[in-house]
């Protein structure tokens, strides 16, 4: 027995001994005192039951690292590469918000990401916890000189209290919502800011997930533990570039000593899938660029709520123009004259692009102020085409006088008032120019008007008169000119004068809020009526003016 490895009783039925035989031993008498044999069918060499027991183990190692490692490998590579479409996401930022939000999204992943090879199965993704990572483009610099590298910011974790349910032979479209934790309100303004001037944003989501799944619809195999992360880049507002805010209409303004309130719709779009829904209210501040310098023009109040979905948006907000020196009224001049923009002729105010900033918000809540605190967003901003100036005409009467010069000129404009508001308007300061901006002068006209007689209503069109004294008010320096006088002559002949006009017009707005509205024409056309006496209708079939000029 001392060559056998492994000893059985004939009568045993399991295992009594085991030893290794390296030396000879004496052989152990039973109770009948034979002596204990081992039958020759059950001898093995131990080496063998070693190799054995040695695969045995490695094969369960294997199915085991397989179980743990081949899904995970599997899911997290299919995550990563999946193409994931985020149909709508609703961010809610509640009243009072402190650290949270409220997003809520649809989700669609197509059945080829879910698909395995030869398996078909269902799954569940119980509730789980992902947190949300900025990619921050960031600049480093190197021996090679600055380079673009990426951040990752930490914005926080979202609760997903829902399952997910999965079925490798459907398209998955779910519903998602859950509560955000944020992690860094200080994070919130740079995101914040990210979103309103790049063209894209890149978020990552890293979660680790337990799946309770059956393959072919009866054999359970749970999984846990399962890491995945996933990197979703959406579109952004760009600088609001692919459509400029406009303004819509206006709808509301209200004067008062030193400041003006405006109420008006804007049009905005919105290029991201994201709706926004601002539960709290927020002021921002209105700048404008004036000779080199930023001038604060006033405040934008933007009150709850206020939603942004995705597309094309006309909320209505308020704003409050005050304002605060001297210099901040030129800039505000300038800020109208702008607005109005360039005419020439007949022509449309308000086309062109008016460059503005907004920033420096606050808020009492105080993720919205972390939010806005720092925001600084410029904006091309579109005013709405509105005529100012409709027609202008002039009649010049020849025997109007018994004393010198003997005969009037009587300016009639047609002009609109933009706002719907009462205007009154005090003072007029007037340049003409003969042919553009840049000809000689034909006369001046300074004047303090009657406020009540020069009056427009709300949205109002009106004829103004305005008579010219041609003793004091005509540019001598023009009659002198024997080539401006020909041109003058020939102008006359067809009835039709091309002028530039530089005027500066002082209204008071509700009966409250003075403003100096500057225009510029550089070449508009008037049309010229000469009547041997004072005529009973206007120049040109104009209406007449409420209080007739003659």
């Known amino acids: 027995?001392?060559?056998?490895?492994?000893?059985?009783?004939?009568?045993?039925?399991?295992?009594?001994?085991?030893?290794?035989?390296?030396?000879?031993?004496?052989?152990?008498?039973?109770?009948?005192?034979?002596?204990?044999?081992?039958?020759?069918?059950?001898?093995?060499?131990?080496?063998?039951?070693?190799?054995?027991?040695?695969?045995?183990?490695?094969?369960?190692?294997?199915?085991?690292?397989?179980?743990?490692?081949?899904?995970?490998?599997?899911i997290a590579q299919r995550v990563a590469q999946a193409q994931i479409d985020i149909k709508k996401c609703i961010v809610q930022i509640g009243p009072d918000a402190s650290s949270e939000l409220f997003p809520d999204a649809r989700v669609v992943i197509s059945r080829s990401v879910l698909q395995l090879p030869l398996v078909s199965?269902?799954?569940?993704?119980?509730?789980?916890?992902?947190?949300?990572?900025?990619?921050?483009?960031?600049?480093?610099?190197?021996?090679?000189?600055?380079?673009?590298a990426e951040e990752n910011v930490k914005i926080g974790t979202i609760r997903v209290e829902r399952g997910v349910e999965l079925d490798s032979n459907k398209d998955l479209d779910i519903e998602l919502s859950g509560k955000v934790q944020i992690a860094d309100n200080a994070a919130i303004g740079k995101i914040v800011n990210s979103f309103l001037k790049d063209a894209t944003m890149t978020f990552r989501f890293t979660a680790t997930v337990d799946v309770h799944s059956r393959v072919y619809g009866f054999i359970p195999v749970p999984l846990y533990g399962i890491g995945v992360g996933k990197d979703l880049t959406v579109p952004a507002f760009n600088d609001f570039k692919e459509k400029p805010v406009s303004l819509k209409e206006i709808l509301s303004v209200h004067g008062f000593?030193?400041?003006?309130?405006?109420?008006?719709?804007?049009?905005?779009?919105?290029?991201?899938?994201?709706?926004?829904?601002?539960?709290?209210?927020?002021?921002?501040?209105?700048?404008?660029?004036?000779?080199?310098?930023?001038?604060?023009?006033?405040?934008?109040?933007?009150?709850?709520?206020?939603?942004?979905?995705?597309?094309?948006?006309?909320?209505?907000?308020?704003?409050?123009?005050?304002?605060?020196?001297?210099?901040?009224?030129?800039?505000?001049?300038?800020?109208?004259?702008?607005?109005?923009?360039?005419q020439r002729g007949i022509s449309p105010a308000?086309?062109?692009?008016?460059?503005?900033?907004?920033?420096?918000?606050?808020?009492?809540?105080?993720?919205?102020?972390?939010?806005?605190?720092?925001?600084?967003?410029t904006l091309n901003f579109r005013p709405y085409p509105v005529y100012f100036v409709l027609a202008v005409t002039c009649d010049v009467i020849a025997f109007a006088s018994p004393m010198p010069p003997f005969y009037r000129?009587?300016?009639?404009?047609?002009?609109?008032?933009?706002?719907?508001?009462?205007?009154h308007v005090e003072q007029v300061k007037l340049e003409a120019r003969h042919l553009s901006l840049e000809g000689p002068v034909?006369?001046?006209?300074?004047?303090?008007?009657?406020?009540?007689?020069?009056?427009?209503?709300?949205?109002?069109?009106?004829?103004?008169?305005?008579?010219?004294?041609?003793?004091?008010?005509?540019?001598?320096?023009?009659?002198?000119?024997?080539?401006?006088?020909?041109?003058?002559?020939?102008?006359?002949?067809?009835?039709?004068?091309?002028?530039?006009?530089?005027?500066?017009?002082t209204v008071n707005v509700d009966d409250g809020y003075k403003q100096v509205i500057p225009y510029r024409n550089e070449a508009i056309s008037i049309l010229l009526c000469f009547r041997p006496?004072?005529?009973?209708?206007?120049?040109?079939?104009?209406?007449?003016?409420?209080?007739?000029w003659i």
């Open 121 to 148: 199965y269902k799954a569940h993704i119980r509730d789980f916890t992902a947190t949300i990572w900025w990619k921050k483009n960031a600049m480093v610099y190197t021996g090679d000189g600055p380079a673009d």
């Open 533 to 548: 006496m004072t005529p009973a209708d206007v120049c040109g079939g104009l209406p007449p003016m409420s209080t007739p």
């Open 409 to 423: 000129v009587v300016v009639h404009v047609r002009v609109k008032n933009p706002i719907p508001q009462f205007v």
């Open 442 to 505: 034909l006369y001046h006209y300074n004047h303090d008007l009657d406020s009540q007689k020069y009056v427009l209503g709300p949205s109002e069109e009106k004829t103004f008169d305005f008579e010219l004294s041609p003793m004091h008010e005509v540019s001598w320096g023009f009659l002198l000119s024997p080539r401006e006088i020909a041109q003058l002559i020939s102008e006359a002949a067809v009835q039709n004068m091309t002028g530039g006009i530089i005027v500066d017009l």
């Open 257 to 342: 000593p030193g400041e003006v309130n405006v109420t008006a719709s804007a049009n905005v779009y919105n290029p991201t899938p994201v709706t926004m829904v601002l539960r709290d209210s927020v002021q921002l501040q209105l700048y404008y660029t004036f000779e080199g310098r930023e001038y604060r023009m006033g405040t934008l109040y933007i009150d709850a709520p206020l939603t942004l979905t995705p597309g094309d948006n006309t909320p209505a907000r308020w704003a409050r123009v005050a304002p605060s020196d001297d210099n901040t009224e030129r800039a505000l001049e300038a800020l109208i004259s702008d607005y109005i923009g360039p």
């Open 350 to 377: 308000g086309t062109q692009p008016l460059p503005v900033r907004l920033g420096d918000g606050r808020s009492e809540s105080p993720l919205v102020q972390q939010a806005t605190q720092s925001l600084s967003v």
């Open 1 to 74: 027995v001392g060559d056998c490895g492994l000893c059985m009783t004939r009568e045993a039925t399991s295992f009594e001994s085991f030893e290794m035989a390296d030396t000879p031993r004496e052989p152990q008498l039973l109770a009948d005192d034979r002596p204990r044999t081992c039958p020759a069918r059950v001898r093995a060499r131990p080496r063998l039951c070693c190799a054995l027991a040695s695969c045995a183990a490695l094969w369960l190692a294997a199915c085991f690292a397989a179980y743990l490692w081949v899904p995970q490998i599997i």
